[in-house]
């Protein structure tokens, strides 16, 4: 009990495996996500401080590395399902929120539970470190279906996740960084081994061009 168990549902985290149920060239655990999300929100953070926005890095750390924990008590859910009514997102989210709690309060020490109900919670709020995750754990989504395109993968599901992690991203477009994104590392991610012609890029001009 406590926090040793806190300490050893950090590799239980490797073990879960994002997009269950669908073939895969290259698995990604919900471990390394948070991990890749915390270090793009680094760079994003970084781009908006250069052009004189203010940043609480303690926040923005704090929000990225622990965005997902609750996904040790319910799995990742695949995006398209998520979100396909906001009724079934809110359920999930009370179903992580409930469940995070009773881990807070069996798990971790009294004196540092308010600390960790605060760690826990959503992150991705109106501040302009919750809108970085946000944007952050839509990059990371982005690269991991393109790659799945890339490769070949005949599964439908990754072109539509690509679709819905782009769509998000451009809703930040406010942001210096999400500018930065669209202008400079897009373009090179398509130019990469993929043929101009094909669905991804398709896709990609007609998200983009709902943004003109």
Same mark, same amino acid.
């Not at 995070?100 to 600390?115: L, S």
């Not at 130019?191 to 709902?210: A, D, F, M, R």
């Given at each position: 009990m406590g926090i040793h168990n806190y300490f050893k549902s950090l590799s239980d985290l490797e073990g879960i495996f994002r997009c269950p149920g669908k073939f895969k060239y290259q698995e990604h655990s919900v471990a390394s996500h948070s991990f890749k999300v915390t270090k793009i929100a680094q760079f994003l953070g970084t781009v908006e401080e250069h052009q004189g926005t203010q940043i609480d890095w303690r926040t923005l750390y704090e929000k990225a590395i622990n965005h997902d924990y609750a996904e040790l008590f319910t799995g990742d859910i695949k995006t398209p399902v998520k979100y396909a009514m906001p009724e079934l997102k809110e359920l999930f989210s009370q179903v992580e929120e409930t469940m995070?709690?009773?881990? !807070?309060? $069996? =798990?971790? #020490? %009294? =004196?540092? $539970?308010? &600390?960790y109900e605060r760690l826990f919670s959503e992150g991705k709020d109106d501040s302009i470190e919750g809108k970085i995750l946000a944007v952050a754990d839509k990059i990371d989504l982005l690269y991991e279906s393109f790659g799945e395109i890339q490769k070949g993968n005949p599964e439908t599901l990754f072109l539509e996740i690509y679709e819905e992690a782009l769509s998000t991203i451009i809703r930040y477009q406010e942001l210096h960084c999400v500018q930065y994104f669209l202008e400079n590392i897009l373009p090179e991610?398509? %130019? %990469?081994?993929? &043929? #101009?012609?094909? $669905? !991804?890029? /398709?896709?990609?001009?007609?998200?983009?061009?709902? /943004?003109q």
């Open positions: 995070t709690r009773n881990f !807070i309060a $069996q =798990e971790i #020490p %009294e =004196e540092f $539970q308010a &600390i991610m398509l %130019e %990469e081994g993929v &043929i #101009p012609y094909t $669905q !991804i890029n /398709k896709v990609s001009k007609h998200i983009l061009g709902k /943004k």
